[in-house]
């Protein structure tokens, strides 16, 4: 069975995000990049399930030079293949989607592993619209997952709780934290990696529905204030939610 | 691995006092590959999700945790980076190795089981083993299947290594050595499956064996208990009557001490690695409480005295990094030319680590006491927090004290700076004389009133080069007054290798910003700059003190005099507002919420 996982690479969540001169980018400068840690546990799902049935797997990241790190990576943990699908512009979730689609196709799996959002843009929705483009039974934000056969069974979390639900391959699943624990890359991994070829591609091209108009950063929350700390207070209290928070 | 081809024109050890190093040749953390990231990463990642979540189950010593995560560690490949392919290691470059230590350096007392382990515990065998026995043991030690311990130290010998009592005594059928005898304060002493021991042979002759700790006659003390680093296993051994097969001697009989000796210079070298790794976290864990912490309406990182706090401990940080991989790769380098030239791995390194010595002494001072500096301010800035076991900050602070003492104590490695100087100088392996002369000539002469240089950092440029000047002169004068009684003058000693750990360091700094220049922008490289320049102001003003401390101990009259002003001449430097620099380097490390260069 050829297994695929695909991967983004993203600023560090620890990194402190400044809005580029076009206010349409991020400025890059001093940001460090990582694989996006949904697709972690996407990645080591892939590799444990290779263990456990056999076959093969392939990582596959859009976008320029840069993600070959993540896709690096993501062979240091152990994936047997990776494909960059190189397009450095922008792309809305569709048009990524509709790239990604292709090469899964070409690649011929027919299971797929997603995170269940790239945490740069967070729409949420590529793993989604990948599966219906390719016609595949999807799972989301799924923290349990089991193949036995054609069937597959995955426990998803949902509100307040969690839902177990079956379906059967070809299939697409977005993990959500606590699938697993990723493994890390060994140093006989990272020199292993070392000797693999990343294959470059050129995606198909797509046409964007979204634009990005310009990026703005949220406003930092003021500080709470402390008006009294008994019943005298009320008055003041209703004078400034009324007043200055016009909420009343 | 980085770079195949061979660096040529290295500097030799201790000859950074007399030549310039040219800042394109000079390895910078900057150059490491993406290979040599990705596996400092990898470690760096082992420390955040194995052992930090563990270290107080470790410091408790719970049964067999450290020996688990050692095996772990080698499972992932952590004890093997060093290990020849052939013995089944990984059989990566010492610069790769120095990056792995820098994240290894931020575990704690894992840390130093770690070190124990895969330095002292392991490269006698490579270095120094016959194929048979590296065949035996290091595909095991690289695997993690046999933990290991070097025993040198003994009760009544410690600095003063090579009066060890533990008698080693052959058998009559010429088949065993008996050995008898106590060593004390041995790292991974409790739980180590093979020692590496040091006894004498026939009563004088300091002779290295491979112990295995299921010998009859091998008795582990109770663990003591320690000030800090109390998750790593530190016992006495008894060796009573313990039988030693004579495939066990490792390298020659009566030639236990270059072991001993060669394999601290590796050791101390990576000691500086260790501790600059976790003086990193330290220093991170500062800031961001920095900026968590509020006092008077705003985080304590908005005040002055606390940035300054924070810039100084970045300075130092960045210092140490810098000469620590200049250091790593001359090693490194001189490896590949000898054996480019065909000499064994094995035969390259111990010459490459004695080539490197003096260096490696002044590293070790170096890391141990930035650390020293980052662990107390560390504490300081975390205030009553600091004192409490549920920050980071208190068990920093106990573990960082033991680096200065062990490894050889910080006054041993001062002692030996200067008193590898003087034996390489005599034995004619660098021209020390001849530059003195030139700079007493020089001092004789009328100074130069040249208008300021131009150019990136041109005024340190001027400042290190004078430096050497001072170093060389008080040095030089010294010799010449003292001559024999010199080594009797510990003081003068102590007051000389800080001149040149000061001039060492601010030399690395400089030229790693240099170096930076070329790829870095305008902005990016600010705060190297700032860092590079407070840095060695504050050098020079230290120079000038040892130096004058060490003149005035030994010169009287008109030598006083000339001394004093020949120290002055080669001392100046313009001063600048370094509060401003300091603040700007601050606000950088307060933006990133982490030490960020």
């Known amino acids: 069975m050829k297994i695929a996982v695909c991967v983004s690479h993203v600023p560090d969540t620890a990194a402190k995000i400044n809005i580029g001169s076009d206010s349409k980018n991020i400025d890059q400068n001093g940001v460090t990049f990582v694989v996006n840690p949904y697709d972690e546990y996407a990645i080591e799902e892939a590799l444990k399930t290779k263990e456990k049935f056999g076959g093969e797997t392939v990582a596959i990241s859009l976008g320029g030079d840069a993600n070959k790190e993540t896709l690096r990576k993501a062979l240091a943990m152990g994936i047997d293949n990776a494909v960059l699908l190189k397009d450095s512009g ?159 | 691995m980085a770079k195949e081809e061979i660096k040529v024109d290295l500097l030799k050890g201790g000859e950074f006092l007399i030549k310039e190093s040219d800042p394109q040749i000079v390895f910078i953390p900057e150059d490491l590959s993406e290979d040599q990231r990705m596996m ?33 560690a080698g499972e992932l490949g952590f004890l093997s980076t060093a290990i020849p392919e052939e013995y089944g290691g990984l059989g990566e470059d010492f610069n790769t190795n120095t990056a792995i230590a820098f994240e290894m350096g931020a575990s704690h007392s894992f840390g130093v089981s770690f070190a124990a382990h895969t330095g002292i515990g392991t490269l006698p065998i490579l270095l120094y083993g016959t194929d048979e026995q590296k065949k035996k043991y290091l595909p095991k030690l690289g695997s993690g299947q046999l933990k290991s311990a070097y025993c040198l130290t003994e009760p009544t010998s410690g600095s003063d290594a090579l009066s060890a009592k533990t008698t080693a005594k052959l058998t009559e059928d010429g088949k065993y050595y008996i050995l008898n005898g106590q060593k004390m304060w041995i790292t991974n002493g409790g ?54 097969p004579v495939e066990n001697i490792l390298g020659e009989i009566g030639k236990g001490h270059y072991i001993a000796f060669n394999i601290l210079n590796i ?27 509020q006092q008077f309406g705003q985080p304590i990182s908005n005040f002055g005295a606390i940035k300054h706090k924070l810039a ?53 001072v170096f890391g141990s006491e930035v650390l020293d500096y980052v662990v107390d301010e560390a504490v300081q800035i975390h205030g009553g927090y600091g004192y409490s076991e549920e920050y980071p900050a208190a068990r920093a602070y106990r573990d960082s004290r033991i680096n200065r003492i062990f490894e050889g104590t910080n006054e041993i490695n001062r002692l030996l700076t200067v008193d590898m100087l003087m034996k390489r100088s005599m034995k004619g392996r660098i021209d020390l004389i001849g530059p003195a002369m030139a700079v007493q000539k020089e001092l004789m002469s009328i100074p130069e009133f040249g208008s300021s240089a131009d150019g990136l950092l041109a005024a340190e440029y001027k400042a290190i080069q004078n430096a050497k000047k001072a170093v060389l002169v008080i040095a030089g004068a010294a010799v010449q007054k003292l001559m024999q009684k010199l080594k009797d003058e510990q003081e003068i000693i102590m007051n000389v290798t800080d001149m040149m750990i000061e001039l060492f360091t601010s030399e690395s700094a400089y030229l790693r910003t240099i170096k930076l220049s070329g790829f870095k922008n305008t902005q990016e490289l600010q705060p190297y700059i700032d860092m590079t320049q407070v840095y060695i102001i504050n050098s020079m003003e230290k120079i000038n003190i040892y130096g004058k401390h060490a003149i005035t101990s030994f010169a009287e009259g008109d030598e006083l005099k000339m001394l004093l002003m020949g120290l002055k001449r080669f001392t100046k430097y313009e001063p600048i507002n370094t509060t401003k620099l300091r603040r700007a380097i601050a606000d950088k490390l307060i933006e990133a919420n982490k030490y960020c260069f």
């Open chain 1, 90 to 248: 922008f792309r809305d979730s569709l048009s990524v989607a509709k790239a990604l689609a292709e090469e899964i196709k070409t690649q011929g799996a027919e299971l797929v592993f997603f995170g269940k959002q790239s945490v740069d843009y967070d729409s949420s929705i590529v793993g989604q619209l990948t599966a219906e483009l390719l016609g595949y039974n999807c799972i989301s934000v799924v923290i349990s997952f089991s193949l036995d056969g054609n069937k597959i069974t995955c426990e998803r979390e949902i509100e307040g709780g969690k839902e177990i639900v079956e379906t059967a391959l070809p299939a697409l699943i977005t993990a959500q934290k606590g699938l697993n624990e990723p493994r890390y890359a060994s140093l006989k991994g990272i020199m292993a990696a070392k000797k693999k070829e990343i294959i470059e591609k050129q995606p198909v091209a797509a046409q964007n529905y979204i634009e990005i108009i310009s990026m703005k950063k949220t406003e930092s929350k003021q500080a709470g204030k402390i008006v009294g700390t008994d019943s005298s207070a009320v008055p003041e209290l209703v004078r400034l939610l009324r007043e200055e928070a016009k909420v009343i």
């Open chain 2, 40 to 72: 400092a990463d990898s470690a760096r990642e082992f420390v955040e999700k194995e052992i930090w979540p563990k270290l107080n189950a470790i410091d408790k010593q719970e049964p067999n945790l450290t020996v688990s995560l050692l095996e772990k």
């Open chain 2, 191 to 244: 739980f180590a499956d093979i020692l590496i021991t040091f006894a004498k042979v026939d009563g004088d002759k300091f002779t290295c064996f491979i112990i295995d700790a299921n010998s009859e006659g091998f008795n582990r003390g109770q663990e003591e208990n320690k000030m800090g680093i109390k998750g790593s296993s530190t016992t006495a051994l008894f060796l009573d009557s313990v039988k030693v």
């Open chain 2, 267 to 293: 050791g101390r070298y990576k000691l500086c690695a260790m501790t600059t790794g976790s003086a990193k976290k330290v220093a991170s864990a500062s800031i961001t409480y920095a900026n968590e912490r």
């Open chain 2, 312 to 364: 100084e401990q970045a300075i130092k940080i960045f210092v140490s990094e810098s000469a620590t991989y200049r250091v790593s790769d001359l090693i490194n380098g001189k490896i590949k030319e000898l054996q480019a030239k065909g000499s064994r791995y094995e035969e390259a390194a111990l010459v490459a680590a004695e080539e490197y010595a003096i260096e490696c002494a002044m590293l070790k």
